[in-house]
């Protein structure tokens, strides 16, 4: 049955008022020839047929690809109960929690969600999630600002290129110098960045492991940014923290990351979400919503949205950012992730990833005119060097079934010859070794 929400008056109405004389005057823009004379479809099928047949066509099209790209979003495993009980009416049409009487089973998420963050980044203080990494991180930036009352910040070159974006694009506007060091080949320019941090400085950003795949301890860089008077930002990949030590072990004062990689799908770029954590004494510089632990008039336990006038903030001379959302839903399912892997189960997680990245560094460096770029260790991601542009071979791989990685020139001119390879714990021996195959033929075939 055909549904049209105007009446017919509502329509002759609405078309009145644009100056047109019926409906077929808005398609008048389309040459005759090219509209469509008959839709010609087919009877109608049930769900269970039509997914057949999208399948199929799926199939058809070679569309199965085997993805070794990271670069921030990751493809893994994702257990089943994520999706069951993310999917319960109870979350997911919860609406924002603003009276707690009423929304006690969110908070409470919430809450634990904030819990499970300070876990695995080692710091004291979370909020309820950010809209993604790269706002997580320009948040942080905007946090040191406000903190140390001053006016710059240093970052790192090896920080994902998007999000470095962001965090410029967050403090263009604003009186903030960003000093952008470029990496030290694949690693962090750890003396570039001490040497950089002025009486000015509000804070260091650097990532863990960064864009290249290394790892770094930053312990000294730590020490070095307080001994200024300045903050350390990290932007961590929460999945390698269950093998790698955490942002807060390391001295760090403000830990950020994508948190798509907990039990949240690939999705075209969204929707995921950013997490944030902090030292417990700069709490009240947190964006956005913090859940806490409170009782009631019979002192019974309960949830509250607190510290904050909602999250928007009454006053905006007094706001700390203009965020005013978060991902619950996501941060949710984030949240099912870690719990049902559990703390053995998250460090084994970890673990298989690094162990086949291993293999897969031993298996792809080994290939004719193929080296590693990577001077550090690495964790699961880790850049190639090869004898031909990345780009053109990731697009011939590409038409073989293969995403081999991320071309590093499209990020840094001048570096065509290097690819950032990503595996995680779905890609197996037979997956590598046929993209070792593929990556052999495309470059001397």
Known sequence: M????NTPEEIRDMLAVIGASGVADLFAPIPEELRAKSFNLPAGVSEF???ALMREKARQGGTEIVPFIGGGIYDHIIPAAVDHLSGRAEFYTAYTPYQPECAQGTLQALYEYQSAIC???????????????????????????????RHAV?????VNP???????????????GVCQLPPAGCEVDLAGLMNSITEETAAVIVQHPNFFGSVADLTELAKKAHEQGALLIVSCYPIAMGLLKSPGEMGADIAVGE???????????GPYFGFIATRKRFIRNLPGRIVGETVDAQGRRGYVLTLQAREQHIKRHKATSNICSNQSLCALRGLIFVASLGK???????????????????????????????????????????PKPAAE??????????????????????????????????????EIDALAARLEEALWN
């Open 2 to 5: 055909g549904y049209c929400p």
């Open 49 to 51: 047929e039509l997914m």
């Open 162 to 176: 998007l999000h470095r974006e962001v965090v410029c694009g967050y403090l263009a506007s604003l009186e903030a």
């Open 259 to 269: 948190g798509q990689s907990l039990g949240n799908p690939l999705s075209f770029g």
């Open 393 to 430: 071979v990731v697009a011939r791989l590409l038409d073989r079934g293969v995403a081999a990685g991320v071309p590093v020139a499209g990020y840094y001119p001048g570096r065509e010859d290097e690819l950032v390879v990503t595996v995680t714990e779905k890609r197996t021996k037979a």
């Open 344 to 386: 053995k189960g998250f460090a084994d997680l970890a673990l298989l990833n690094y162990d086949k990245a291993e293999y897969a560094k031993s298996v792809l460096g080994a290939l004719k005119g193929v080296s590693l770029a990577n001077a550090a260790p690495t964790f699961n991601e880790f850049t190639l060097k090869l």
């Open 119 to 149: 876990r695995l980044t080692g710091m004291e203080a979370s909020n309820a999630s950010l809209y993604d990494g790269g706002t997580a991180l320009a948040e942080a930036a905007l946090m040191a600002l406000r903190i140390t009352g």
């Open 154 to 158: 240093v970052l790192d070159g090896s």
